[in-house]
Protein backbone atom coordinates (compact mmCIF):
# COMPACT_ATOMS: atom_id res chain seq x y z
CA UNK A 1 0.00 0.00 0.00
CA UNK A 2 1.60 3.36 -0.48
CA UNK A 3 1.62 5.90 1.64
CA UNK A 4 -0.53 8.48 0.17
CA UNK A 5 -3.51 5.81 0.49
CA UNK A 6 -2.40 4.95 4.10
CA UNK A 7 -2.99 8.62 4.85
CA UNK A 8 -6.42 8.07 4.11
CA UNK A 9 -7.39 6.30 6.84
CA UNK A 10 -5.10 8.31 9.39
CA UNK A 11 -7.33 11.31 11.81
CA UNK A 12 -4.52 13.69 11.78
CA UNK A 13 -2.99 15.46 8.59
CA UNK A 14 0.11 16.39 9.61
CA UNK A 15 2.18 16.75 12.86
CA UNK A 16 5.13 19.22 13.13
CA UNK A 17 6.62 21.07 15.85
CA UNK A 18 4.82 18.88 18.50
CA UNK A 19 1.49 20.10 17.22
CA UNK A 20 -1.03 17.49 15.73
CA UNK A 21 -3.11 19.24 12.82
CA UNK A 22 -6.32 16.61 12.63
CA UNK A 23 -8.05 16.55 8.99
CA UNK A 24 -11.04 18.18 10.36
CA UNK A 25 -9.17 22.00 11.29
CA UNK A 26 -8.54 20.59 15.27
CA UNK A 27 -5.14 20.39 17.09
CA UNK A 28 -4.07 18.36 19.64
CA UNK A 29 -0.78 18.29 21.93
CA UNK A 30 0.30 15.64 23.88
CA UNK A 31 1.90 15.38 27.43
CA UNK A 32 3.83 12.59 28.87
CA UNK A 33 3.15 12.15 32.51
CA UNK A 34 4.54 10.20 35.05
CA UNK A 35 3.07 8.20 37.29
CA UNK A 36 3.39 7.90 41.75
CA UNK A 37 3.38 4.98 43.99
CA UNK A 38 -0.10 6.16 45.55
CA UNK A 39 0.01 3.10 48.08
CA UNK A 40 3.15 4.46 49.27
CA UNK A 41 2.42 7.48 51.14
CA UNK A 42 0.80 8.46 54.04
CA UNK A 43 -2.97 8.95 54.49
CA UNK A 44 -2.15 12.88 54.72
CA UNK A 45 -0.22 13.08 51.28
CA UNK A 46 -2.89 10.94 49.52
CA UNK A 47 -5.60 13.30 50.64
CA UNK A 48 -3.56 16.18 49.66
CA UNK A 49 -3.03 14.40 45.97
CA UNK A 50 -6.68 13.82 45.61
CA UNK A 51 -7.60 17.61 46.79
CA UNK A 52 -5.37 19.46 43.97
CA UNK A 53 -6.11 16.55 41.56
CA UNK A 54 -9.63 17.42 41.87
CA UNK A 55 -8.91 20.75 41.84
CA UNK A 56 -7.35 20.56 38.44
CA UNK A 57 -9.98 18.68 37.08
CA UNK A 58 -12.35 21.33 38.20
CA UNK A 59 -10.53 24.26 36.59
CA UNK A 60 -10.51 22.70 33.42
CA UNK A 61 -13.35 24.79 31.03
CA UNK A 62 -12.29 22.74 28.06
CA UNK A 63 -12.23 18.34 27.41
CA UNK A 64 -9.53 16.22 27.24
CA UNK A 65 -8.27 13.00 27.12
CA UNK A 66 -6.33 10.50 29.61
CA UNK A 67 -5.00 7.80 27.58
CA UNK A 68 -3.12 5.07 29.54
CA UNK A 69 -0.76 2.73 27.33
CA UNK A 70 0.01 -0.68 29.01
CA UNK A 71 2.42 -2.95 27.17
CA UNK A 72 5.32 -5.57 27.84
CA UNK A 73 8.55 -3.88 29.08
CA UNK A 74 10.96 -3.73 26.40
CA UNK A 75 14.29 -4.89 27.57
CA UNK A 76 15.52 -6.32 24.60
CA UNK A 77 18.90 -4.37 25.06
CA UNK A 78 19.53 -6.31 28.04
CA UNK A 79 18.85 -9.20 26.68
CA UNK A 80 21.86 -8.43 23.98
CA UNK A 81 23.77 -7.78 26.78
CA UNK A 82 23.25 -10.66 28.49
CA UNK A 83 24.15 -12.96 25.33
CA UNK A 84 27.03 -10.87 24.86
CA UNK A 85 28.55 -11.52 28.77
CA UNK A 86 27.29 -15.72 28.15
CA UNK A 87 29.55 -15.57 25.00
CA UNK A 88 32.57 -13.95 26.54
CA UNK A 89 32.69 -15.66 29.80
CA UNK A 90 35.09 -17.73 29.89
CA UNK A 91 34.56 -20.11 33.23
CA UNK A 92 31.66 -22.76 31.84
CA UNK A 93 29.74 -22.56 35.46
CA UNK A 94 28.75 -19.01 35.38
CA UNK A 95 28.34 -19.06 31.31
CA UNK A 96 25.79 -21.52 31.99
CA UNK A 97 24.51 -19.76 35.01
CA UNK A 98 24.49 -16.33 32.68
CA UNK A 99 22.26 -18.57 29.75
CA UNK A 100 19.51 -19.97 32.35
CA UNK A 101 19.43 -16.64 34.26
CA UNK A 102 18.77 -14.90 30.40
CA UNK A 103 16.43 -17.79 29.52
CA UNK A 104 14.33 -17.27 32.62
CA UNK A 105 13.81 -13.26 32.10
CA UNK A 106 12.95 -14.43 28.49
CA UNK A 107 9.94 -16.54 30.17
CA UNK A 108 8.85 -14.02 32.02
CA UNK A 109 8.70 -11.67 29.85
CA UNK A 110 6.95 -13.49 27.42
CA UNK A 111 4.12 -14.64 29.61
CA UNK A 112 3.70 -11.14 29.95
CA UNK A 113 4.35 -10.97 33.54
CA UNK A 114 6.38 -7.23 33.20
CA UNK A 115 4.28 -4.37 32.58
CA UNK A 116 5.10 -1.12 32.10
CA UNK A 117 2.43 1.84 31.63
CA UNK A 118 2.83 5.21 30.37
CA UNK A 119 0.24 7.79 31.06
CA UNK A 120 -0.67 10.69 28.37
CA UNK A 121 -2.48 14.15 28.34
CA UNK A 122 -4.07 14.51 25.12
CA UNK A 123 -4.73 18.65 25.11
CA UNK A 124 -7.16 19.84 22.18
CA UNK A 125 -7.66 22.98 20.52
CA UNK A 126 -10.09 23.72 17.62
CA UNK A 127 -10.00 26.21 14.75
CA UNK A 128 -13.28 27.63 15.37
CA UNK A 129 -12.31 28.58 19.20
CA UNK A 130 -10.15 31.15 17.10
CA UNK A 131 -12.84 32.26 15.47
CA UNK A 132 -14.80 32.92 18.11
CA UNK A 133 -13.80 35.82 20.30
CA UNK A 134 -16.20 34.61 23.25
CA UNK A 135 -14.06 31.79 23.67
CA UNK A 136 -16.92 29.21 23.09
CA UNK A 137 -16.61 26.51 20.85
CA UNK A 138 -18.79 27.21 17.37
CA UNK A 139 -17.96 25.30 14.82
CA UNK A 140 -19.72 26.43 11.10
CA UNK A 141 -20.59 23.69 8.46
CA UNK A 142 -17.73 25.08 6.23
CA UNK A 143 -14.96 26.92 8.15
CA UNK A 144 -12.65 29.22 6.77
CA UNK A 145 -9.32 28.26 5.01
CA UNK A 146 -5.65 28.02 7.18
CA UNK A 147 -3.57 30.84 7.12
CA UNK A 148 0.25 31.31 8.39
CA UNK A 149 -1.59 33.91 10.63
CA UNK A 150 -4.48 31.59 11.68
CA UNK A 151 -2.31 28.33 12.61
CA UNK A 152 0.05 30.26 14.38
CA UNK A 153 -2.76 31.66 16.03
CA UNK A 154 -4.56 28.84 17.03
CA UNK A 155 -0.55 26.96 17.98
CA UNK A 156 -0.43 29.56 20.81
CA UNK A 157 -3.99 28.91 22.00
CA UNK A 158 -2.73 25.21 21.94
CA UNK A 159 0.82 25.48 23.55
CA UNK A 160 -0.89 28.17 26.80
CA UNK A 161 -3.68 25.24 27.07
CA UNK A 162 -0.54 23.16 27.61
CA UNK A 163 1.01 24.83 29.70
CA UNK A 164 -1.72 25.46 32.04
CA UNK A 165 -2.20 21.22 31.94
CA UNK A 166 1.27 20.73 33.00
CA UNK A 167 0.82 23.58 35.77
CA UNK A 168 -2.00 22.02 36.91
CA UNK A 169 -0.49 18.27 36.91
CA UNK A 170 2.90 19.38 38.90
CA UNK A 171 1.16 19.94 41.76
CA UNK A 172 0.04 17.00 42.01
CA UNK A 173 3.26 15.66 42.00
CA UNK A 174 4.01 14.40 38.61
CA UNK A 175 6.48 15.34 35.72
CA UNK A 176 5.40 16.42 32.64
CA UNK A 177 6.96 16.14 29.01
CA UNK A 178 5.37 17.47 25.74
CA UNK A 179 6.08 15.09 23.14
CA UNK A 180 8.26 15.90 20.25
CA UNK A 181 6.98 15.50 16.37
CA UNK A 182 8.82 11.90 16.59
CA UNK A 183 7.83 11.03 19.46
CA UNK A 184 4.02 11.23 18.59
CA UNK A 185 4.63 9.75 15.62
CA UNK A 186 6.55 6.85 17.13
CA UNK A 187 3.41 6.68 20.05
CA UNK A 188 0.81 6.43 16.85
CA UNK A 189 3.02 3.46 15.40
CA UNK A 190 3.40 1.70 18.06
CA UNK A 191 -0.75 2.05 19.11
CA UNK A 192 -1.07 0.04 16.12
CA UNK A 193 2.11 -2.08 16.23
CA UNK A 194 2.26 -3.47 19.68
CA UNK A 195 4.20 -6.22 19.07
CA UNK A 196 7.10 -4.55 17.57
CA UNK A 197 7.35 -1.58 19.40
CA UNK A 198 7.77 -4.15 22.57
CA UNK A 199 10.79 -5.48 20.91
CA UNK A 200 12.11 -1.93 20.09
CA UNK A 201 11.72 -1.77 16.52
CA UNK A 202 10.96 1.42 14.99
CA UNK A 203 10.46 2.34 11.16
CA UNK A 204 12.10 4.92 10.04
CA UNK A 205 10.08 8.63 10.20
CA UNK A 206 8.38 9.90 6.92
CA UNK A 207 9.68 13.51 6.45
CA UNK A 208 6.51 14.16 5.07
CA UNK A 209 4.50 13.72 8.23
CA UNK A 210 6.46 16.50 10.15
CA UNK A 211 7.27 18.69 7.36
Known sequence: MSFSSTQNF???SQIKEGVMMLKNKAFRGILMVSSVNFDLKSEDEQNAIIYQFQSFLNSLDFSCQIVVQSRRLNITGYFDKLKELEEKQENELLKIQT??????IEGMVSRGTIMTK??????PYSFGEGLDRGGALKLSPKLPSF?????KRCKEQLMQRMEFVAI???????NIVPLTSPEM?????GLHHPREAEFGYYPEII???IK
Open 10 to 12: LQF
Open 168 to 174: GLRRCGL
Open 99 to 104: AEYRKF
Open 118 to 123: QFFFVV
Open 185 to 189: IELFW
Open 147 to 151: TDETI
Open 207 to 209: PEL
